[in-house]
């Protein structure tokens, strides 16, 4: 009998020892596992704060300096360009980009963080709005252009077809597929149509089918416009200036590697064009620039709802707009 019980307790012993390895493991196991959690949210968190911050920039004064001195620039290196022209703007030309450039997009990314879906119906609503208003300077500066003879096109990416990448079926698909619906489909009018009444409305000059190009993108270079622009140069005219926000608005001969392209930027042949050739306003909200140090595309940002109380974002939103 008395081995009998020294065998039970020597079990119960062993049973104890391994339980509570067991449970040291499991502990630490899941410790581990809330750790690989946290750092997840966090890392999501993040993002979005960062975008939250650079959409409340967007809208800050300092923000709307920076875009007065380009267009002031732009009036300076204009009329250089009109002096070497013999005194006139006779055959030269301004090419533009529109969003973020000329019109308002910080509150479409605000409405997103409150909620809001990005898509092209989504957008395509968003510049049928007030919300989309002119940046500062942009409207004064091409009606300069227009009194000295310069004529301006517009060249947009605005897609008919794309941004599908928060819709069901197309989470990380940014950009195009020519299998997509179009915004015809959608909404019953076209992102070109759209385009033109939203220029004519805000009265920019030029707002006509002659001068208004919305780039029709291939799978091959999505956000190229450089055939937009040599088929400017192809009517004729000498190109005083390129304005934008993105260096896809100037050229595509820049390196997706960010600290490539940054480098690129500020040596030759490239760092001669800035605020000479090349006009360019800030956006610290969205660009190629996210995406080439972006481990997750723009879009994926808004895929979570979690993050949907900004009461200082909402506040700014409705002081501009009361
Ligand atoms: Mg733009």
Redesign the pocket.
């Known amino acids: 009998m008395k081995t009998d019980k020294k065998i039970y307790l020597s079990i119960i012993a062993i049973l104890i020892v391994v339980s509570g390895i067991l449970s040291v493991f499991l502990i630490q196991s899941n410790n581990r596992n809330q750790e690989l959690q946290a750092q997840i949210i966090t890392k999501d968190q993040m993002v979005y704060e960062n975008l939250k911050g650079a959409t409340a920039w967007q809208m800050s004064a300092e923000a709307q300096g920076l875009m007065l001195q380009a267009f002031e620039v732009a009036k300076n290196k204009l009329d250089d360009a009109i002096a070497k022209n013999g005194g006139t703007g006779d055959g030269l030309a301004i090419i533009t980009?529109?969003?973020?450039?000329l019109v308002d997009?910080a509150h479409y990314t605000t409405d997103m963080m409150l909620g809001g879906k990005r898509d092209n119906v989504h957008f395509a609503r968003f510049l049928m709005t007030d919300a989309c208003n002119v940046l500062p300077g942009a409207l004064d500066f091409l009606n300069y252009a227009k009194e000295n003879g310069v004529e301006i096109f517009y060249v947009?990416?605005r897609s008919e077809k794309g941004y599908k990448s928060t819709d069901e079926g197309y989470q990380n698909k940014n950009g195009y597929d020519e299998n997509w619906d179009s915004l015809t489909d959608d909404l019953g009018i076209s992102m070109y149509d759209i385009s033109l009444k939203q220029l004519k409305y805000l009265e920019f000059p030029y707002a006509d089918e002659e001068h208004l190009i919305v780039n029709k993108p291939v799978k091959s270079s999505p956000k190229s416009k450089e055939s937009a622009r040599q088929s400017i140069i192809a009517k004729g005219f000498q190109i005083a200036m390129l304005l934008?926000?993105?260096i896809n608005?100037f050229t595509d001969d820049f390196e997706k590697e960010a600290v490539t392209r940054a480098k690129q930027a500020t040596d030759a042949p490239y760092k001669d064009k800035w605020g000479t050739e090349w006009i360019i306003l800030p956006?610290a909200v969205y660009?190629s620039w996210y995406n080439a140090i972006a481990e997750k595309n723009y879009s994926s940002v808004f895929e979570s709802n979690r993050y949907t109380d900004y009461p200082v974002l909402w506040d700014v939103f409705q002081s501009k707009h009361k």
């Not at 980009?97 to 450039?101: A, G, I, L, Q």
């Open positions: 980009d529109v969003d973020d450039t997009g947009t990416n934008g926000d993105d608005d956006n660009g």
